[in-house]
């Protein structure tokens, strides 16, 4: 019985990550107001059911959208799930990474507590989250069974200026991808299994433009990026 979700509901709030759930026809969307909902798309209606809804500030919800927050740095700025499907992490302005059982709502974890944070993720094998806190590229390893990364990171890699804005891991499990914003313009790879420099790119423009996304394609060969 959740109530299908009305386009006030959608457009309410500017729209700032998104992820496909691994396993069931869902879609995890977070906004700058606090807020993530997950969608059923398989109610096939034009705006579809809200599942799940996860505040950073207030916890968890069924079905019913969070009130938004008045706080100027809560803006939710990328989301990601396990390959399993079981957690999810979303990377918050001012307010670091928070993991969730997806199932249960509850909150596993909550990484770098004091970094604004544009873009994390799950490796593709669900051994390790990417975090960027603020101009530091962090991997930390991760138990798919408790929910729980490692305290320490196994790698920390400084773009030196401007926020790291996106990561992204490859398919194949080999190499991490990060992209640096204003004053950084960075596109560096790394290898997973020693975390050494693969590659590294900067963005030409005045002021080394800020890159906004990055992605591997599915064969894990190309490297895309949006600046």
Known sequence: GNPALSSADVVRDALDGGSFHPIKNWVAVSDNATTIRIFDLGSRLEFPTVLKTFTHNAGFKYGKPAARSQDSDGECNCVSFTSGGKWMLCGINDHGVKIWNVKTGAQSQHL???????????????QFVGVGAHSLLKIYRFNVRTGKAEVTPVMTSDFGSGEI????????????????????????????????????????????VSIKSVMFSPDSQLVAYGA
């Open 112 to 126: 770098d507590r004091r970094s604004s944070v544009d873009g994390a993720a799950f490796s593709s094998d669900g």
């Open 165 to 208: 804005n996106a990561l992204d891991f490859s398919n194949d499990g080999k190499y991490v991808v990060a992209v640096g914003g204003v004053g950084s313009g960075k596109v560096k790879i790394f290898n997973t299994s020693d975390w050494s420099l693969k590659s590294e790119y900067v963005n030409p423009g005045p002021g080394n």
